[in-house]
């Protein structure tokens, strides 16, 4: 019996898997985007090619580790995460997507900046408050 795919899933599994929020995806991928439309994304089976691109390119992980990952791979992945052979694919072709430290280092500053703006809206936005109670 074959799996069936679900490109939604697997964004919000890599998206989590870096650490990073909805709000920041969206915020990636520009103005259009908000925290909403990241969770309706996230679960749809199918995603249209023209936005798997954009996603995976902003993500930094290759398109087809979204078109190709599932469950069982999921474990395999989980538990080589270490390890310098971390593959992922299925029948139809393999993928490195080795280290997934590597990935995530390189989203480690950006995941600061963005705790940073948060934590700015959030001080700016207690300061409107005061000032309106005022």
């Known amino acids: 019996m ?3 795919i679900h490109q939604g899933r697997n964004i919000k599994r890599f998206r989590e898997m ?3 929020k909805q709000e920041a995806l969206a ?3 520009g103005e259009d985007w908000n925290q909403k439309k990241i969770s309706l994304l996230e679960q749809k089976e199918i995603i249209e090619d023209p936005l798997l691109k ?3 390119e902003v993500l930094k992980i290759p398109v087809e ?3 190709n990952f599932d ?3 999921a474990i395999n992945i989980i538990s080589n995460t270490f390890n310098d052979e971390a593959f ?3 029948s139809g072709g393999t993928y490195n997507v080795n280290p997934l430290q590597e990935i995530i280092k390189l989203h480690e500053e950006k995941i ?3 705790e940073r703006m948060l934590k700015e809206k959030d001080e700016m936005m207690d300061r409107i408050e005061k000032l309106i109670n005022k």
């Open 18 to 20: 870096l650490g990073i």
């Open 71 to 73: 469950e069982e791979q």
């Open 65 to 67: 580790a979204i078109q």
């Open 54 to 56: 954009r996603i995976s």
């Open 112 to 114: 600061s900046l963005y």
């Open 27 to 29: 915020f990636d991928l």
């Open 2 to 4: 074959e799996q069936k």
């Open 88 to 90: 992922i694919g299925n």
